[in-house]
């Protein structure tokens, strides 16, 4: 199958393309494909003819969006919007992904993929514009949300605690943010699995998580302890995110129900901690 990627200098971008090597890929990264330009994206499509458009680029930086909120539009709603049309006009499966940000964080328990939507800062709106956009053109869409992304490349939570545990004799982290840390190469091992039955399901929203939660402060503590790092673990300290202010806000409950892509997929997860020590 003849793939086209976007984004493939990010951490999914990366993974994916690392992963589905048994397809014919097409990467693209921003000097390839700048998705605020959306002539240049149909250009780019047209030239290529995929079988299947999978955009997992993304303005991610969440307090940054938060000044720029006209390029967080343009690059996570304009562009999948026009994505998705050229996907439409080919008659070909959209792969897109989105986030945990989309919601406000309130609910108690895992949010399901019908849950109200109302999401705290740019970014999360800007995704959530993203995934209107695509839906209302009403293709063969899926898109992906997910949370806590890390890979071993790029700016993640997982690099900056190991950084940080070589620099500094204490840390606080925030203990009172729920969420499933995701690895890219686990969204990326799930998509191969997941592309061949694209045909046979339905589209729609699904998320896509391995199972089970922590807080960052428990997300922080696995990784000094699975990488062995040379930290005095009684140093890594709780605190709440009042204590670490940052420009954007951020939802206090992340969790996404998997359940539902398990089963139109038919997929098993194992839970995050199994997913980072395979890193
Ligand atoms: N990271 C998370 O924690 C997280 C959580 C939930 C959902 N998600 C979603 O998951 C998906 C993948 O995220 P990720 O963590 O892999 O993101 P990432 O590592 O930040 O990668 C994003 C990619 O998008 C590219 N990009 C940004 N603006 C662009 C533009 N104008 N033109 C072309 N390319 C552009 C970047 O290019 P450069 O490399 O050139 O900058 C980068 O390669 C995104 O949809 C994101 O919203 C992420």
Redesign the pocket.
Known sequence: MKILI??????????LTETLKDHQIIA??????????LDQIKQVIDRHQPDLII????????DQAEDQKD?AF???RD?PEVMAQKAREYNIPFV??????VFDGKKKGAYVESDQTNPLGV?GAS?LA?EEAIKDLGGRYFI????????K?????YLTIKRLCLEKDELSVVADQVGAP?S?DF?AKQMQNIIPKLNFTAPGIYHLVPNGRCSWYEFAKEVILEAKLEFDITKLLPIKTEDYPTKARRPLNSLLDNKSIKEAFMLKFDDWQSELKKI
């Open positions: 976007t984004g493939t200098k990010g951490q999914v971008g990366h993974a693209l990264t921003r000097q390839d494909c700048d998705l605020t330009n955009n997992p680029a993304a303005f991610t930086n969440v390029l343009r690059v996570n562009a897109h992904f989105s986030t945990d940000y970014y995704k993203g992906f949300r997910t949370s806590w992304v890390y890979s490349i790029g700016r993640n939570f995701t890219s969204i």
